[in-house]
């Protein structure tokens, strides 16, 4: 039972728009929520992470949004850039950040 | 460099055999996390060690599988009777915590081991 999920295997954008990519979960213990990005033939690269207290995360073009209640998160990509076609990753830990649960990822293409 | 290095980056073996992989964390980081990921998922938790103390394993590391950290800083991760389906991509993070209850830092993920069981 996945316990993080990333219904979107992939997303398509234009560059200079907005990409963005989302997330569930259904543990309701988790407290502590980030963001990787992937490249081919590397690991995971963290982006952005946002605990429970809050609903919204900024750091630059990346904002990452969080609503508890609905045990939804999305990170949202403005402008988007072709160097952002990566695979994205949602994780997800319920004990501060012992043991995180990762999504399968999403693919994000930005098109020039 | 000081980034997560991990070695080998391939690896292939027969069917029966053991397999060893080993992580060199960020030197400073008292966390480090290995992680299994298989085709078209994300990264699947293994186990953490804070310094040299296991702290979590998870259900996913069966009997054949160990890993060690004796002086708190590489770690090594030991796959014995290897068997087709732990054929993965092997990562490893490291990260630094206060304590072993704290909240941990970002974790630098490593490029990873990538296993071929034949």
């Known amino acids: 039972d996945q316990q993080v999920k990333q219904n979107s295997p992939s997303l398509s954008v234009q560059e200079g728009r907005i990409s963005i990519l989302n997330c569930d979960y259904t543990n309701s213990m988790f407290d502590y929520f980030l963001w990787y990005k992937k490249y081919p033939a590397e690991g995971p690269t963290f982006l952005i992470s946002?605990?429970?207290?809050?609903d919204k995360n900024e750091d630059g073009r990346f904002t990452v949004f969080l609503n508890k209640s609905a045990k939804h998160l999305s990170l949202h990509i403005v402008p988007s850039q072709p160097g952002d076609s990566a695979v994205y990753f949602c994780a997800a830990s319920g004990n501060y950040g012992q043991n995180f649960v990762f999504g399968p990822g999403t693919r994000l293409s930005v098109l020039p | 460099d000081t980034g997560v290095s991990q070695d080998p980056r391939h690896k292939i073996t027969k069917r029966g055999q053991n397999v060893t992989f080993r992580c060199d964390p960020i030197?400073?980081?008292?966390?480090l996390y290995w992680y299994r990921q298989t085709l078209g998922q994300g990264p699947e938790f293994l186990t953490y060690?804070?310094?040299?103390?296991?702290?979590?394993k998870s259900r996913l590391l069966s009997d054949r599988f160990s890993a060690e950290r004796p002086k708190g800083s590489f770690s090594t991760l030991e796959i014995q009777r290897t068997e087709q389906g732990d054929s993965a991509m092997y990562l490893c993070?490291?990260?630094?915590?206060?304590?072993?209850?704290?909240?941990?830092?970002?974790?630098?993920f490593g490029p990873g081991t990538r296993l071929t069981v034949l």
């Open positions: 030197s400073e980081h008292n966390r």
């Open positions: 993070a490291s990260s630094f915590a206060l304590a072993p209850e704290g909240l941990t830092d970002t974790q630098y």
């Open positions: 060690f804070q310094n040299e103390a296991q702290l979590e």
């Open positions: 946002i605990s429970s207290i809050k």
